[in-house]
């Protein structure tokens, strides 16, 4: 089998008994990448130097019995919205083009920690905002299996990057989907933990009651060694949980007999695509030979989940991306350029405009230029939700259908152990098809947003395809912190099913 091929599971194992060495492994990724990546623009940026030099002292370390953790010199990449000390961090935005972070998120300093070879940063789309990696400033992310069709967003680098084969495991976000959503398009593995299971610290914030970092992997069995790894209390988080990180590896092999399986009423309703109703039922099959029981269950306010996200998410938004005003962070216009167009408007017979001053202007500009259609989009709607005369009517409304969501899950957990679902509910569309329609592209997220809302776990795993060959997604939910659970159920379908050992045929 060629290095490429093997899991991070499999490359621990080998790299521990001396079959490979981390450089051999690197050097593999790297070759693929330069053999694939002009078709599918997976990767914003590939340290190749940086990790060939990762790859060599972690070779040194493990000759020398000094092994950081079984996952020293397993190759990864990160998606560009986590902070990498000494190396852009753009979140696909020219407003970031130039930012170089002076540190690293915790993530990412666990990740360095445990010895793992950073290959590069991936692509996404802007802030993390969208569902298609089309909304992306510095380049466009093709699916793996079909390169007319998008990977899903926005770790839609990361799905992509896993999916051809060029990193064996990546680094995502999920805010409303953004792991979930692409692990689906792309047929690979995505987990979004539980919110406050993983430090939010250095990972530039979109939604912060919302976002989550995750693995995005081929296997269950590899979410849960990536998941060991990066989870933990984080002092620079507040509200990452003072809980202790189970083994989650240790416990992928319990016994699904008597396994409560809550099937969502409301996901197979209207809208479904057929090909993902018949993968997901033949995927409840699978569980039922396994020893679950299978229990019909509803989540009845899951109906508001895309409004309710698009509020919430948006105010954040518009909270968060405040700073990025041309003077505190990010792109700044010509500054005298806007000076002489000021002048001569000021030197015309029209009346100066007192509240279009030099520095509103400055912000202004520097905001329009830097910042892409779908980010000002959701800007807009935020800022307009926060002011005054709205927000209670928007704003604090969605609230309380959040916490309506949550107590929808809090009922269905007090009767099933997990809840099972389409991850999405049409297969990949092609690029540029819903471009022009934004709500469309929201009603991709319909099945995912609620898990953030909720702040519960949730994992995407292949579970077949359609006739055209493209991947359906089968996701999982499971109440706070109950990764273990969650994993162990995914680790045992794998083990009866093959879909995640499919390989897209690339040019």
Known sequence: ?????????????????????????????????????????????????????????????????????????????????????????????????????????TVVQKLRAAGLVLLGKTNLDEFAMGGSTEN???????????????????????????????????????????????????????????????????????????????????????AALLLELIAGPDPRDATCALRPVPAYSQTLDQDLAGLRLGVVREHFEAGLDDAVRQAVQSALEVFRSLGATIHDVSLPHSRYGIATYYLIASCEASSNLARYDGVHFGYRTDESALLRALAEERGSAAAPDEVDTPLVRLYRQSRSEALGAEVQRRIMLGTYALSAGYYEAYYLQALRVRRLIRSDFD?????????????????????????????????????????????????????????????????????????????????????????????????
């Open 1 to 105: 089998m060629r290095l490429i091929h093997l899991t991070v599971a499999q490359l621990r194992d080998a790299l521990a008994a001396g079959h490979v060495s981390a450089r051999d492994v690197t050097q593999a990724c790297l070759d693929e990448i330069r053999r694939v990546e002009a078709s599918i623009g997976a990767y914003l940026a590939v340290d190749e130097a940086g990790a060939l030099a990762q790859a060599a002292e972690s070779d040194g370390r493990r000759a020398a019995g000094r092994a950081r953790s079984p996952l020293d010199g397993v190759p990864i990449a990160l998606k560009d919205n986590l902070c990498t000390r000494g190396q852009a961090t753009t979140c696909s935005s020219r407003m970031l083009a130039q930012f170089v972070p002076p540190y690293d998120a």
């Open 136 to 222: 992306a400033a510095l380049g466009t992310t093709r699916n793996p299996w079909d390169l007319r069709r998008v990977p899903g967003g926005s770790s839609g680098g990361s799905a992509a990057a896993v999916a051809a084969r060029t990193v064996p495991g990546a680094i995502g976000s999920d805010t409303g989907g953004s792991i979930r959503q692409p692990a689906a398009y792309c047929g690979i593995v995505g987990l979004k933990p539980t919110y406050g299971r993983v430090s939010r610290y250095g990972l530039i914030a979109f939604a912060s009651s919302l976002d989550q970092v995750g693995p995005m992997t081929r296997t269950a069995e590899d």
């Open 411 to 507: 009922r269905a957990f007090g009767e099933v152990d997990l809840l099972l679902g389409p991850t999405t509910p049409s297969p990949a569309f092609c690029a540029g098809e819903k471009l022009a329609d934004p709500l469309s592209m929201y009603l991709e997220d319909l099945y995912t947003v609620t898990a953030n809302l909720a702040g519960i776990a949730g994992l995407a795993l292949p579970c077949g395809f359609t006739r055209g060959g493209l991947p359906v997604g089968l996701q999982l939910l499971a109440p706070p912190f109950e990764e273990a659970r969650l994993l162990a159920a995914g680790h045992r379908y794998q083990q009866r099913t093959d879909w995640h050992t499919h390989v897209p045929e690339l040019p």
